[in-house]
C-alpha cells in the first residue's frame, strides 16, 4: 500500500508518522497527538473528509495542510472559499521525492527553490 510505503520512507528520514485509514481515525490523532502537518486525501471511508478540514479550521487553525487527490486536482480555490487553509495542493499520482519536497518546503526545512535554510559551510 501507498500509504505504509510513505511511512517507512519518512520514518527513514527521521521523521515521526501518524497514519489513518479514515478520516475519523485522523480527526482522533489531531485530537491526541502533537501533530506538525497533516497530509491528506479528500476520499477516505467512514467520514466526510471536509469534517476533517471544519475540525481543522476550528482547533487546528495554524496546522499547515497538503492535500493529496486525484478528484479535486484542479480546484484548490474551493478550499480557500471554504475558509480551509491548505498550504499545498498535490495531484495524484504524487511522486514520493515531490511529496517530500514539498513537506520540506512547508515545513521550513528547504527554500521554494529546494536550497536548505542553513546550508552546512563547506570545510
Do not use: C, W
Amino acid at each position: 500500500m501507498v500509504m505504509n510505503l510513505y511511512k517507512t520512507s519518512f520514518a527513514e528520514d527521521g521523521h515521526r508518522i501518524l497514519t489513518s485509514s479514515n478520516a475519523a481515525e485522523a480527526m482522533a490523532e489531531l485530537q491526541d497527538e502533537k501533530v506538525d502537518l497533516l497530509v491528506t486525501d479528500l476520499v477516505m471511508p467512514q467520514a466526510n473528509t471536509f469534517e476533517l478540514f471544519d475540525l481543522v479550521r476550528e482547533k487546528f487553525p495554524k496546522l499547515p495542510v497538503i492535500v493529496v487527490s486525484g478528484k479535486y486536482k484542479d480546484h484548490p480555490e474551493d478550499f480557500t472559499s471554504k475558509g480551509y487553509k491548505v498550504a499545498a495542493f498535490m495531484p495524484k499520482p504524487v511522486r514520493l521525492a515531490a511529496l517530500k519536497a514539498k513537506i520540506n518546503e512547508v515545513l521550513g526545512i528547504v527554500r521554494p527553490d529546494g536550497k536548505p535554510l542553513n546550508p552546512k559551510p563547506r570545510a
